[in-house]
């Protein structure tokens, strides 16, 4: 019996959330350098989605860059940088082969423009795509959706569109990113 038999696919989450963590460590105790691992990381994310595609998620959320990466040193930004646009590429037809949407959440203005323009491309390309929503984070941390969220609210407040007793869970979870 395989592992996936042995899943009680009743009991499945809507949305599964995987920290990316250990590229560089892994490429070390293999004696190779930390973009190694990262590229390694990619090809773990092309067998989660696909495992996570056929068990039937929805949605399935991948914290790839968080704002606090941004401080690493810039080779390493650089390079991390340069393989998402080529992983976003390379894995665009896997994507439409295997009925995926890509979305992204985070602050993405902050994202070097190639890195944007591809992802824009592939998120258009996937759009209508029915099977698992695949959410990249990217320069993100929940920091700062909430500061985005609060600056939001603050907004309709300011153009009296909104009451500050109206502020509840509910329309907090309206303006956070996960708000698909
Ligand atoms: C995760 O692996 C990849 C990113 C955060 C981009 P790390 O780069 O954090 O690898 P370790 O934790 O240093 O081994
Ligand atoms: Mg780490």
New binding site residues.
């Given amino acids: 019996m395989s592992f996936k038999d042995n899943i009680d696919k009743t009991r499945l989450p809507k949305h599964i959330a995987i920290i990316?963590?250990?590229?560089?460590?892994?490429a070390k105790e293999r004696g190779k350098d930390?973009s190694f691992?990262?590229r390694q990381?990619v090809e773990s994310v092309r067998t989660v989605t696909r495992a996570a595609g056929n068990l039937g998620i929805d949605y399935l959320t991948l914290y790839?860059?968080s704002t606090e990466?941004w401080s690493r040193p810039e080779e390493e930004v650089n390079a991390?940088m340069t393989l998402m646009v080529m992983a976003i590429e390379q894995e665009t037809p896997d994507l439409m082969k295997n009925n995926v949407r890509l979305s992204a959440i985070g602050d993405l203005e902050r994202m070097p423009s190639e890195v944007r323009e591809r992802l824009d491309r592939c998120m258009r390309q996937t759009a209508s795509n029915t099977g698992i929503t695949l959410v990249l984070a990217l320069s993100y941390s929940s920091r700062w959706e909430m500061t985005e969220a609060a600056r939001q609210m603050a907004e309709l407040v300011q153009k009296g569109e909104l009451e500050p007793e109206q502020i509840d869970s509910e329309l907090i979870s309206r303006h956070l990113t996960t708000n698909f």
């Fill in positions: 990316m963590d250990g590229n560089g460590r892994w930390r691992g990262h990381g790839t860059f990466n991390l």
